[in-house]
Every structure is written in C-alpha cells, then in structure tokens.
C-alpha cells in the first residue's frame, strides 16, 4: 500500500486539506453517509447475479476477517465489501470516487482506524450492521438496504465523534494533573 506523504498530500488537494483540517473527517462522513445509502439502494435494484455473488464472498470475507482481528484483514474486507456495493450500483461515477477514498481511508486521512476499531464492542456492531446491509441487498429491499447503509456511517460518526470528545477529556485531565504537581513543586509548606 502507497502512503500518503506530504507531497502527495500537496498533489491530491483533498487528502490535504483532510489532514491539516481534522474536523473535516465529518465532512467525509456526510458524503459517505448519502453514497453510500444510494449506492446500497440501487445495489439493491441493479445487481446482477454475478454482482450478487460478489457481495456474497465479500460479506462472509468481512464475518471471517472480524473473527481474526487482523487490521489489515479486517480493512481489505471491509474496503472489498462496500466497494462490491458501488460497484454493483452501476454508477461508474460513485464507484471511482469510492474507490480512490478508500485509499485515503486506509492512510487514516479520515481518522485512526485501528482506534476506532478499538474501542470495545465495534467489532461486534461493525458485523451486524454489515450484515443488515447484505441481507437488504440480498434481498432486493432498496429502501432497507438504503437505512442499514446510512444507520453504518451514523454509527461510525457518532463513534467517531465520542472517541474525540473522551481524547479532549483525558487531555483536559492530563493538564491539570500536571498542574497538580507544579502546584505541589512551588507549595512552600512542604
């Protein structure tokens, strides 16, 4: 895999500007959570059989790389199972722009994954929510697939959004202990 250096961050605009600007991994989660939800809708609508069949061994390579707790099996099968879901959206458009994302994703441009991922109890709701996209999929149910879509990148955002409020608190915490011990450094008492 490529890693994005600053040069390259200085040629691909967008991974710039995700890097120096943290807070626009939200950003990227508002545009993920409307492709993403078209995408599994019309999965749901267009896939051909053979489509179908990939989103089949991507899902069970999702259920077996959760099992494994291997990172980076865990990122190729989950890059592997949404973008067999782009893919089978028939929107060429979608699936390029997906794809190259993905490659940002997997650099944390976005946000530490493998924080993410964590964090206790992910893993187990990453599965189930994977599996409510591929069952709705399976099942040709666009508007079921749409919400499982849209409910997995809400999830990731609140997730997200928690993980930088408790690193904010700790931080806070951190300070002040440190003040603490200046304190008692200084106290002339002792």
């Known amino acids: ?5 600053d040069e390259d961050c200085k040629s691909v605009p967008l991974a710039g500007l995700l ?3 943290p807070e626009t991994a939200f950003d990227y989660l508002e545009f993920r959570f409307i492709a993403a939800g078209m995408s599994a809708q019309m999965a749901a609508e267009r896939a051909t059989e053979k489509e179908r069949a990939r989103i089949t061994r991507a899902y069970h390579a999702v259920v077996a790389a959760l099992e494994s707790t291997n990172p980076a099996a ?6 592997e199972f949404h973008l ?3 893919a089978a959206s028939h929107n060429a458009v979608m699936e390029h722009v997906m794809r ?7 650099q944390d441009v976005f946000y530490d994954r493998d924080r993410f991922h964590a964090r206790a109890g ?4 990453l599965l189930r929510q994977h599996k409510a996209i591929y069952d709705a999929v399976m099942a040709r149910e666009p508007e079921r697939a749409r919400r499982a879509s849209e409910n997995h990148v809400l ?3 609140d997730t997200l959004q928690e993980s930088r409020v408790a690193e904010q608190r700790a931080a806070v915490a951190l300070r002040r202990t440190g003040r603490a011990s ?3 450094l200084n106290d002339p008492e002792e």
């Open 100 to 106: 190259n994302i993905f490659v940002m994703l997997h």
């Open 74 to 79: 865990e990122y190729e099968a989950d890059r």
């Open 122 to 125: 992910v893993r187990e709701l």
């Open 84 to 86: 067999s879901i782009y």
């Open 1 to 5: 895999m490529i890693a994005l250096n």
């Open 19 to 21: 890097k120096s600007h």
């Open 155 to 157: 999830y990731i955002r």
């Open 182 to 184: 200046l304190v008692q």
